[in-house]
Every structure is written in C-alpha cells, then in structure tokens.
C-alpha cells in the first residue's frame, strides 16, 4: 500500500481499508512514514471523518503498533480511566489512588497536554523525581506491590499513537470523533485493562463544544470499546469553566495533593472537582461490583487515598512532602483580575483561560515548546460565586511581571459578572 494512496482516499471522502490504516498505523510508529505524510493524513481524517467500521479498525491497528500489557496475575479487577481532555483537569491524581485504596488495580498510561488541555505527564513532570517513563516490567512490578502504575506513552505501548498525538496537538486536528476514540481505546487497550472509565469533556474548556458532539464522542468510545473487549462506562461532564481552582501544571498537582489530604480545606472551585472526582471513582466501583459513590466518599475521607497517593509518588521516585511545602515550584511573578461591579459570576470562560496558560508556557504550540511548570492561572470565583466590586476573581502566575500583566489584561474578558444571582450547571451532565 501506498501512504499517498490512503491519503488520496481519504482526500476524496472514500474509505481506507484495514489494510491501509494498519500500514499507516505501524508508519507511524516506527517512522518510516513522515510527519507531513501523517499531518496531510491527519487533516484528511479531520475533516472527511472515518466510518466506525474504519475507527474501529484504526484503533485495534494503534493498539497493535506495540505491545500488549498483560496484567496476568495481579489482582482483580483490571480498571483505567481516561479523560477526553479539558482545562484544569487533574481528576486522574486523585481518582487513581481512591480506586487503588479500594483494592482495584490501576494501571494507566497518560498523555501530555494537547491544545488548551493539560495532560497529566506534564503535570507529574514538575514533581522532582517523579518517573514518567515507566516500562512495561515496572508498571507490573509497581502495580503488584501498590496497586496502581501510571506511566507517559513508552515507545513499547501504542507507539503509533504517540506519533499521532503529538502531530495533532500541532496541526488543528484534534477534535475529531475518530481520532480522538482511537487515540484513547488504542491505549486503553495496550495497557491491559479490562473496566474503562472515559469522562467525554463539553464545553468552552474541551475539543466538543456542544452536549450533542460530546454525546456522540462518548457513544463511539463506547461502541468502538465493547468492540474491542473492554467493559466501557462513559460519562459527559461540564468544561465550560475550568474544572477546579487551578490551571498549570505544579499549581494543579498541588490542588489535587490538598484535595487528597483528608480535612484539608478548600473553596468552592475545588469543592466542584473533589465531586467530579468522586464520582468517576464512585462509577468505576460500581462498574466492578463494588460499593460505588459510597466507597470512594469513604476511601477519600479516611485517608487511605491519600496514604495511596503518597505510596504511588514514593514508588515512582517522588518526595510527596515537597508539594504542600510553601514556596514549592513558585512562580516569580504574579497579577489579579479583579471583578469590575458587585454582583454574581456568570462566566469563568474555560477556553480563554486554557489559550492564556497556554501562552504563559503552561502548554505546547510547537512539538518542540518546554513547559514551564510554575506557570498558570488560580480561578479564585468559580461560576455562581457572589463577588464585591475589586475583588479578585483570576491570579495569574507567570515567570515575568510583563507577561503577569499581559495575561491579566487579556484575562479581563474571561470572567463575566451580572447583577442577578447564577446557579452554576452541574458537574455531570449526562
Ligand atoms: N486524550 C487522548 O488520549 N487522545 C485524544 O485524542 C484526546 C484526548
């Protein structure tokens, strides 16, 4: 098969056989195709789409780029969970020891940021000594002894979507139904597990915008998932607003560390993430047969998350002790949005946020970016808050003083404050 004959195929709206998309998927993994040969490809699929004959047979050919975890012999049930992607969403330090302290085994591989979202590699990246490069044999050997691995795409786990992720990010193509459902179920697959939790993201903040388009997200990894052996329950939740208090990458591990200490304090913003975080956990207990919401509230609340959590950083080579420590990855340089009137937050717009941690090197705009991870914004009034004239509503955090201004300045049209009281949407929406 020829690339430039699938990407012809595909220019022109046709189907591309099993046959093609295995080719393009082992290309891609192992580099004998060219990152513009799978851009024009990439680009092709985004705006023709592909068939769910031809999804399907995309991401069984991403998951079989590499190997195949085989979890035998640890303890069951096997359970992962995956996000679609949204600003400030850190729900994966916190979920992944609640259901490791509940006795599941969680062995995950996370991506980095893509676009406006975070990924959770980076976020772990600016914990010192925290490994993101776990190989198969470790995850293993790591989630035998503690229950719960997680690792960044090794080259050894769908390599091919490793390739395609970081291509997308940096070619406009991410926020396709397809790609986005091979890109996940590929490496839920090669990581072993048998249960998949998948939170599909809608709103401002996330790749589909509209209830519609995340409903549609959430029915192809479903239907591409059972295809595929795997147990799937999806959810459709808010990313309108950011999710939590924190966006960037240490100020969200720190948020999701004071989440997981039990009577640790917090407002309101991370109120609305520790609920999002219980119940994707309180699904994924009862997905297996287990205590469901009542479980997780309790693994939570007794500490045994947060002793998991602090076992897991210790065992992938990280001092837990340091994030809660004052003036950990600070950044140098700080401004306030302030509310321009009393009255209520109707808007704490998730995009615009996401575009301005971005800019301030909390994300990638080129394959090739480093991400700084001191920087970000703190979202200090969340949807529904009631604020006084001059109060502030958005800290921004960045390396110099100039682009402190600059993004509080740009950040002035994020946040919208009426006169009348708002309620804010739920958290989960379908
Ligand atoms: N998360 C992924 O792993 N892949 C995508 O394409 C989007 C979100």
Redesign the pocket.
């Known amino acids: 098969m020829s690339i430039i004959e699938a990407i012809d195929a595909k220019r022109d709206g046709r189907e591309n056989s099993e046959a093609e998309l295995r080719s393009l998927a082992s290309g891609a993994a192992d580099g004998s195709i060219p990152d513009y040969q799978l851009a024009a490809w990439l680009m092709a699929a985004y705006l023709n789409g592909l068939s769910p004959r031809e999804t399907a047979d995309l991401t069984l050919a991403m998951a079989a780029s590499g190997e195949r975890l085989d979890l035998t012999g640890l303890p069951k049930p096997w359970v992962d969970k995956?996000?679609?992607?949204g600003v400030g969403d850190k729900t994966t330090l916190v979920v992944l020891p609640i259901l490791a302290a509940c006795g599941l085994t969680m062995v995950k591989m996370s991506?980095r940021g893509?676009g406006i979202?975070g990924g959770t590699i980076d976020k772990l990246d600016s914990v010192e000594g925290f490994r993101t490069d776990l190989s198969p044999e470790e995850m293993k050997g790591q989630a035998a002894r503690i229950g719960l691995a997680l690792t960044g795409q090794t080259p050894r786990l769908a390599p091919a979507?490793k390739a395609l992720?970081a291509l997308?990010d940096v070619t406009g193509t991410?926020a396709s139904v397809p790609?986005?459902t091979a890109?996940?179920l590929s490496?839920k697959i090669a990581g072993g597990a048998e249960t998949v939790v998948l939170d599909v993201k809608c709103g401002s903040g996330a790749?589909m915008r509209t209830l519609n388009e995340a409903q549609a997200l959430a029915a192809s990894l479903v239907s591409v998932g059972e295809l595929a052996g795997l147990a799937v329950r999806s959810v459709v939740t808010d990313m309108d607003q950011p999710l939590g208090r924190c966006v960037g990458n240490a100020l969200e591990v720190r948020e999701a560390w004071e989440t997981l200490a039990p009577g640790g304090e917090y407002g309101p913003a991370t109120a609305r993430f520790r609920e999002l975080c219980l119940q994707l956990a309180g699904i994924a207990l009862e997905a297996v047969g287990k205590g469901g919401l009542a479980e997780a509230v309790d693994a939570l609340e007794s500490g045994a998350a947060f002793a998991k959590a602090t076992e897991w950083f210790v065992d992938q080579g990280a001092d837990p002790a340091a994030i809660l420590a004052a003036g950990w990855q600070q950044a140098p340089a700080r401004a306030d949005v302030k509310a321009n009137r009393p009255g209520w937050i109707a808007r704490v717009d998730a995009r615009q946020i996401g575009e301005a941690a971005v800019s301030l090197g909390a994300g990638r705009r080129t394959k090739a970016d480093e991400i700084d991870p001191r920087v970000g914004i703190e979202c200090l009034a969340p949807v529904g808050s009631g604020v006084a004239a001059g109060q502030a509503v958005l800290r921004v955090h960045a390396r110099d003083d100039q682009s402190a201004q600059r993004a509080a300045l740009d950040l002035t049209r994020a946040v919208e404050v009426v006169d009348g009281e708002v309620f804010a949407s739920p958290v989960l929406l379908a």
């Open positions: 995956h996000s679609t992607g991506g893509l979202t979507d992720y997308r991410v790609l986005i890109s996940i490496k790749f």
